[in-house]
């Protein structure tokens, strides 16, 4: 396994700033640290080698390993501010639909040291509170709500627990049951209430709730059952109840971290590790299905026992980064006991300087937004289907097994949580064992079987095979400043899979091609879904899978919508920004066995695609070979498209012909599924590889597979396909503009074309 | 899931598979393997990997997530193809309750 792991506080760092190493042992006694420059990391015997180069730096000698843990688990955290005293008689009340019941007791909301209602191991609403503990004879149902209030009146000395089951059958009222004792009155001596768990003996949070909870309340009076029905339905009413002290409207500043109180004595709370908001609640009946319209409607937040955000290490030590140092893909390897064989690899990215260009006119976008999303990802651990995806069985490489002991780490947007529902969230503050060089994946294809990051290196490897000087740029530092940074490059580079993409780099990457820039897309299934960053959560991700695309979950009915940002999730073909459009070509099929040649076409032959041959002797069949699945196109593979925005004078240059029957269509164009629409049968099912010109003197090369790079990456880097690669690379650098076929210039009416494929 | 049942009518598909485990499959051979392979297993054969590229061993990983995968006491393989005939006549085992018998053409 793992001995030590460790993570930075960034993934993307400039020149003369500093990065600060969290690292937790795992076994491991003390460690050495040194920085690495990553230039391929793939240990493929049949591959080029693995290769990086140390950077003399003096990252300090040898270093104690500190045990460090990983504590999951999401909620809310009110201070009370010394509100929460006089509380003789109080109610304390919330809406909740457990998602998931098992062997553990779990809290709804918690004054801890006062009172608290929560669910036991049997699905009994039980509660605590003045040296009494009650609990329902009924049992909650899961995905239903629940009212669950516990009031006590010093008049009659009774403390009662009662719960109305709210049916969804129309206009029924809900089934109550409510259990009362004899108790006397003690002052409350809480300093603050948890909703979704309760203050645990270490301190941490705990006890867990995985399910909804809508509008948690406290009152200084105890309040009969039906009346607080009445009062939670209705905020206006409720805030301005005399006897109420504090409650909750989640649907108040859904994208942030904090939570509001809409009583007069503002209680704010925050929520902790990030669990979903935005989330239909209690009175949501299909009214509408966009919270930006009918916030009132979304004022549930989800919480999972599973949510992870900031693993919140201690830092073990900071550095900073040397200004000469250029710009590229760097790691801070941690070599625990002296074996280097267990170094863990803290993999970042050393951007140009933020104020002047480097004056390197080639950048690789180093698509951390795709890493984030496969972050710790368990797809052949956690998915049964994985190994009929892959063709063969699933490998285990040590990270892996890192994770299966470790689920506390976190999960990837591939994963669902333990009740089912879909991981929306994805962080850079925790370990990201998967984004390490030497590492083995799932689904990379018979051979190398490399993923994300590590066969991004078979390009990084390349780009240092043919002595090309190069920037590195991330997801992040697109999105942050756009355009005016891609306008420092005459190219910019993919990765392999650059499938996880925020608007604002959409826009940025287009505006680039629209304006004169060349983009040179090398990989499969690119620009496919929305994520959106927060602006109140550095380094976390969302992604909600709405509606199509190949996803291993979807967000729930009327959940389609982005709690960060209000944008309409799931795949930019849906949302006005076609894949087909900025590439050329679209997502059309996967499988994760092997891969095949691609098959030229006449428009080889165009003169216009004259550059891209240069010097090769025109086969038939280009990439049959490759590290992955033994041939350039695979994996997952893109088709030209022109109804979903390919260009009319897109040159389709090359395809694959056949794959395996693993190979089956997208949902998305699946519309009739019949049993045809498989690789052997198909001509859907196809990689296209695809050249065109923008009008503003920019052009666009995509391949269109994840696995060309591992065909780049073959004898040395010395093949076609990497010649090929190099041919794109060296016109696409030259600053003079492409011309339009057929005279279509900026500044000159464009002619209007049909769009028939 | 899991609603096919294997019989002696796929033992033709068996050898199919033992002389070529990774690539192009009959639709016959596929659906054999989308039974092995699919999701009504209280476990999963999986290679733990010793090291890349040359040694796994045989695993039996648990249905529920973060359970620890048991090792199949003393088996190794060095080569992914040998692992996925092993497999394959191991599930042959477990699914029709008889070892896996290609008669005279059974090479391996
Ligand atoms: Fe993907």
Known sequence: MLPIVAYLDKLTVAPGERLAVMAGSFGAHTYRADLRRIIQGDTNPQGPGYKDEAIALDLGGERPAEAKGFYPGSCV???????????????????????????????????????????????????????????????????????????????????????????????????????????????????????????????????FFDGKIDRPALFSAAVAHDTLRRLLADFERLSRTRNLRAAWDFSRKISTQTICDVSPFQLHGRIHNAPARAMTGWLWKGQDLDWKKRPDLYSAIHFHSTDMYDAAWTVDFTFTVPEGLGSGVYAVRLVPDGDEEAAYYCVFALRPPREQASGNTVAFLFPTCSYLAYANHRLGMDVPGTEIGMGRAVELDRHHMFLQANPGIGFSVYETHDDESGVFHSSRLRPIVDLQPKVRSFLGGFGSNVWQFNADTHILGW?????????????????????????????????????????????????????????MYLGGNGFYWVVSFSEDMPGIMECRRSEAGIRPWEPGHGQFYHAFTGEYGGLWRRNGRPPNHLCGVGMTSQGFDICEPYVLSPAARDPRAAFIFEGLSKTAKIGDFGLAGGGAAGLEVDRADAAQGTPAHALVLASSTRHTDIYLMTPEDLLDPTPDWSGTQADIIRADLTFFETAGGGAVFSTGSIAWAGSMAWNGYENEIAYITANVLRRFDNPDRFRMPGGREDGQPVETRSTES | MGRYQLSANDLQFAREFLASPIGYHSPGLQRVLNRMRGADWAFKYVLVVERRHARWRLGRMPLKRGSAIEMVEDVVYTDLLEAERDIFRRRWKDLTARPLDLGSDDAA
């Open chain 1, 77 to 207: 955290v009110v201070p009370g501010r010394g509100m929460l005293s006089n509380l003789d008689d109080f109610t304390l009340a919330a809406v909740a639909s457990p998602t998931l019941l098992d062997e553990r007791e779990r809290t709804v909301i918690a004054m801890p040291g006062f009172a608290r209602i929560g669910i036991d191991a049997e699905g009994h609403v039980f509660a605590e509170a003045l040296g009494r503990r009650l609990a329902t004879t009924g049992r909650v149902t899961r995905n239903m709500w629940h009212v669950l209030s516990l009031a006590y009146s010093g008049g009659d000395g009774r403390l009662t627990l009662s719960i109305s089951a709210e049916s969804d059958a129309a206009g029924e009222d809900g089934q109550l049951e409510a259990i009362s004792v004899p108790a006397t009155a003690a002052p409350s001596g809480a300093t603050e209430i948890l909703i979704a768990a309760t203050r645990g003996p270490n301190g941490r949070p705990g006890t």
């Open chain 1, 463 to 519: 780009l240092d095979h043919i002595g090309q000087h190069y920037d590195v740029i991330t997801d992040e530092d697109l999105h942050a400043e756009g355009l005016q940074l891609l306008g420092r490059y005459n190219v910019i580079l993919t990765g392999t899979h650059p499938e996880y993409h925020t608007g604002n780099m959409i826009a940025a990457l287009q505006g680039f091609t629209d304006r004169g820039g060349r983009l």
